[in-house]
Every structure is written in C-alpha cells, then in structure tokens.
C-alpha cells in the first residue's frame, strides 16, 4: 500500500480496523492485515526524516520495481465523487460502485 503518512497510520491500523467491528470480515483478514506492506511514494517521502526514508520509500522496497508511486493518487478525484453515495449504500452495492468506477478508469487509461 502507498500512503502519504504510511509509517503513523501503520502503527495503530489493527486497532483501527478491530475498534470499527466489522460483522463481515473473517478473521483471516486480521491475520492478512497485520502482514501487510507499504510505503510512502517518492514525493512524499522526501519531507520524512531519515528513517521513514530508509524504511518506507519505495526504492528500497521489495519487489516494487519501478513504481510509479506518485500515480497511486490519480483515481482519488473519481472516486472521491463516490464517498457521499458509498457511505450510504449497502455493502454489495457499494462493491459494485467501487468496481464500476475503477473499471472505467482502467478503460480510460
């Protein structure tokens, strides 16, 4: 995963997830979740100190290869337009909207 502040948000994610109860997650999702790898795209990263940089930049992740990083930001505009319909929807249709979207964002690239 690429977050702006992935080395605060990291540390408190478990809790985060577990304090919302989610009824619908299986616990294998917890277990999937606490290995879960990230970092901060090269923009980003730089306004970081020196450990965030050597721990969380993604030229010295594995298995990231040439990432573009910065563009893991590029469908937040078309899907930002979803938040206030998402939030009210139900679980499966809120699935379906999410797909839709990416979908033709993906067919627009």
Known sequence: LAYDI???YVKK???R???QKFPHLP?????MLSRIKGGIP???VLRHIWGCRALYSYHHLAHTGETKT???ETPWVPTK????????????QRHDDLDATFMHWNYLK
């Open 6 to 8: 992935w080395c605060q």
């Open 17 to 19: 997830v577990a304090r």
């Open 13 to 15: 994610l478990l809790i």
């Open 42 to 44: 090269s923009f980003h």
């Open 27 to 31: 616990e294998a999702f917890f277990e």
């Open 81 to 92: 337009k979803l938040g206030g319909s998402a939030k009210h929807a139900n679980h499966g």
């Open 70 to 72: 910065e563009n893991v």
